[in-house]
């Protein structure tokens, strides 16, 4: 069973649009919020994360919006630039131990 | 410039070859990973260790073998793959207590023929 699940597969955005990627989980006890991102030839690099106990965290373009009693979170990535084309994972794990769960990717295309 | 570091980036090899994969952190954490990432398919979490203990084996097949001489070096033996194991494999790092995010090297990307 998959315990976070991803949408959609692939975004193409026109430059300086929003991209968005969203978010769901099972688990309860999750409680961080990784998002990260992939270049291609590179491994995943931590890009912003949450906490539940905040709905929103932004840092520059990109903020997470969280959704604790929907066990939903999302990715937003305002004035979108081709510089962001890359693929985006969600990851959720639990305080006691760092176990990630991850879900599959979301490949993102900005056209200039 | 990645404080976790992977070798070798690429590797081509057949179904009777015994290889390994290298991993070593600089970043002075104590819990180190192997993950699989497959086309289309959510990280796949293969072996923890952390403070150079095994805690983590989800089910992966023996013919992989891994191995944490000390906290910043972990490997990966590989003997009689098939070409299903054909795969993008990542080494990551992070600190044990609490939530830590983890640290990806660049990975080895994996041909099994």
């Known amino acids: 069973q998959q315990q976070v699940k991803q949408s959609p597969q692939s975004l193409i955005v026109q430059k300086g649009g929003i991209s968005i990627i969203n978010c769901a989980y099972e688990?309860?006890?999750?409680?961080?919020f990784p998002w990260y991102q992939q270049f291609p030839g590179k491994g995943p690099a931590l890009l912003i994360a949450?906490?539940?106990?905040?709905s929103e965290k932004k840092e520059g373009r990109f903020t997470i919006s969280f959704n604790k009693s929907a066990k939903q979170f999302s990715l937003h990535i305002m004035d979108s630039q081709p510089g962001d084309s890359a693929t985006y994972f969600c990851?959720?794990?639990?305080?006691?131990?760092?176990?990630?769960?991850f879900g599959s990717g979301t490949k993102l295309n900005v056209k200039p | 410039e990645t404080g976790v570091t992977q070798t070798p980036r690429h590797l081509v090899m057949g179904m009777t070859n015994k290889k390994s994969l290298k991993c070593e952190q600089h970043?002075?954490?104590?819990?180190m990973y192997w993950y699989k990432q497959s086309a289309k398919k959510p990280l796949e979490l293969m072996f923890v260790?952390?403070?150079?203990?095994?805690?983590e084996n989800n089910s992966v097949p023996s013919r992989f073998s891994p191995e944490c001489p000390n906290s910043s070096h972990l490997f990966l033996h590989l003997h009689t793959l098939q070409p299903e194991d054909s795969a993008l494999y990542l080494c990551?790092?992070?600190?044990?207590?609490?939530?830590?995010?983890?640290?990806f090297g660049n990975g080895t990307r994996l041909t099994v023929t």
């Open positions: 949450i906490r539940p106990d905040v």
């Open positions: 990551a790092s992070s600190q044990r207590s609490g939530n830590s995010p983890l640290h």
């Open positions: 688990n309860t006890a999750f409680d961080y």
């Open positions: 260790y952390s403070l150079e203990e095994r805690v």
């Open positions: 970043l002075g954490h104590n819990a």
């Open positions: 990851a959720a794990s639990k305080h006691n131990f760092n176990k990630f769960y």
